[in-house]
T-cell receptor, first 113, second 114 residues
C-alpha cells in the first residue's frame, strides 16, 4: 500500500535560519507530490506540487521542494524562516489516474526568536 | 471570490444524533472530497465524488453518508453509527490542470460530542 512518512513530528528553527522538512514515500510508480501548510484551526493551503519535469519546484511564500526519485523523497526547504511560517506542514502523494491523496502525519514547525 | 466554504465552523452532536456538515464550492471543480483529521494521524479520506450523483467510499466511510445532487455541494452526514465522531473535518475540491489534479481545501468544521 502507498504510504508517506514525515519522520519529524516537531522541528524548532530560529527565525532567519534555513529549514528542511523531510518527506519519504512508498509507491511503485512516479507519484504526484504535494506540500500543504495548516495554521491552527484552519484548512490546508497548497504550498507547491510536483507532477513531472524539473525536479526542483518553487512554491508560494519562498518555499521550494526537490523530488529525488532514487531516494523516494520530496523534501521541503526554505532559506530563511519567518515567524509567520510557524504551522503544521503536510506532505501528500497523489496516485496516478484519479487523484486520491495519501497524507503524511505532519511536521509541526516552531520558530524561535 | 472563488473558493470553498464549510459550515458551521463548530458543531456539537448529542448521543444518537445525526448531524450534517455543509461544503460548497464555486470553483467549478468536478471532484469533491471529505477528510477527517485527528491529532497525529494526518488526514484520512471519508468519501469522494468525481461527478454529480456519484460518490465512492474512502478509507474510513463507516458511520458517514454523503450526497452529490449539485456540482457545487457535497454535504457530509455523521450518523449515530459513528462512535467516535470528534474530529476536524475538511472538505476539498479538485481540478485537473498542468498534467495532474490538485486538491484545494476549505476552512474545516470541528465536530464535538456533548
Amino acid at each position: 500500500a502507498q504510504s508517506v512518512t514525515q519522520p519529524d513530528i516537531h522541528i524548532t528553527v530560529s527565525e532567519g535560519a534555513s529549514l528542511e522538512l523531510r518527506c519519504n514515500y512508498s509507491y511503485g510508480a512516479t507519484p504526484y507530490l504535494f506540500w500543504y501548510v495548516q495554521s491552527p484551526g484552519q484548512g490546508l493551503q497548497l504550498l507547491l506540487k510536483y507532477f513531472s519535469g524539473d525536479t526542483l519546484v518553487q512554491g508560494i511564500k519562498g518555499f521550494e521542494a526537490e523530488f529525488k526519485r532514487s531516494q523516494s523523497s520530496f523534501n521541503l526547504r526554505k532559506p530563511s524562516v519567518h515567524w509567520s511560517d510557524a504551522a503544521e506542514y503536510f506532505c501528500a502523494v497523489g496516485l496516478t489516474g484519479f487523484q486520491k491523496l495519501v497524507f503524511g502525519t505532519g511536521t509541526r514547525l516552531l520558530v524561535s526568536p | 471570490d472563488g473558493g470553498i466554504t464549510q459550515s458551521p465552523k463548530y458543531l456539537f452532536r448529542k448521543e444518537g444524533q445525526n448531524v450534517t456538515l455543509s461544503c460548497e464550492q464555486n470553483l467549478n471543480h468536478d471532484a469533491m472530497y471529505w477528510y477527517r483529521q485527528d491529532p497525529g494521524q494526518g488526514l484520512r479520506l471519508i468519501y469522494y465524488s468525481q461527478i454529480v450523483n456519484d460518490f465512492q467510499k474512502g478509507d474510513i466511510a463507516e458511520g458517514y453518508s454523503v450526497s452529490r445532487e449539485k456540482k457545487e455541494s457535497f454535504p457530509l452526514t455523521v450518523t449515530s453509527a459513528q462512535k467516535n465522531p470528534t474530529a476536524f473535518y475538511l472538505c476539498a475540491s479538485s481540478i485537473s490542470r498542468e498534467g495532474g489534479e490538485t486538491q484545494y481545501f476549505g476552512p474545516g468544521t470541528r465536530l464535538l460530542v456533548l
